[in-house]
């Protein structure tokens, strides 16, 4: 059984956004949730992201914490984790905390680094910025959001299905 590391450590992050040029743009252009965005539209959005070093099994957040951001793994690697047993691996490109970022309940999981990694944060203020500012980039940050929950609720409920005696 896998379970969770408890390691308590605070992760290090960066209070004010960043500007556009602090991010990656490899990661930034392969990440789904800025699928059809032009270099613009994605920089209205990462100038309102916050950058994250994690030390290796230093957890990001754990499960029932409330969700208020959005994040996306530039470097390293994290692992996921509910009731202490391993569900997935993150790597770099990957976005996750959706589910709790939209429905605005608990985190289902805790997620932990197994090694030094980079995290962007995509504060719930920073979308509700969007909005007000470029409805465009806001409206395809939303609709990459729903594509995506959509594919892993295909991918869960094929999982499911497989199992079928």
Known sequence: MNTAP?????????????????FDPDVIARTPLFG???DECR?????????????????????GDTA???YILAHGHLDVFR??????????????????????QPRGASVVASEESVVYAIPYAA?????????????????????EVCRRLSRAEQGLCSMKP
């Open 127 to 147: 979308l509700r910025q969007l909005y007000q500012v470029n409805m465009r980039a806001y409206a395809l940050i939303v609709m990459n959001l729903a594509r």
């Open 68 to 70: 208020r951001e959005l």
């Open 36 to 38: 059809g965005m032009t």
């Open 83 to 104: 009731d202490g047993k391993k569900l997935a691996g993150l790597e770099p490109g990957d976005f996750f905390g959706e589910v709790s970022f939209l429905d605005m």
């Open 6 to 22: 408890s390691t308590s450590q605070q992760t290090t992050q960066v209070d004010a956004p960043a500007p556009c040029s602090a």
């Open 43 to 63: 920089c209205v959005m990462t100038d309102r992201m916050q950058i994250r070093q994690l030390h290796g099994h230093e957890r990001l957040y754990s499960q």
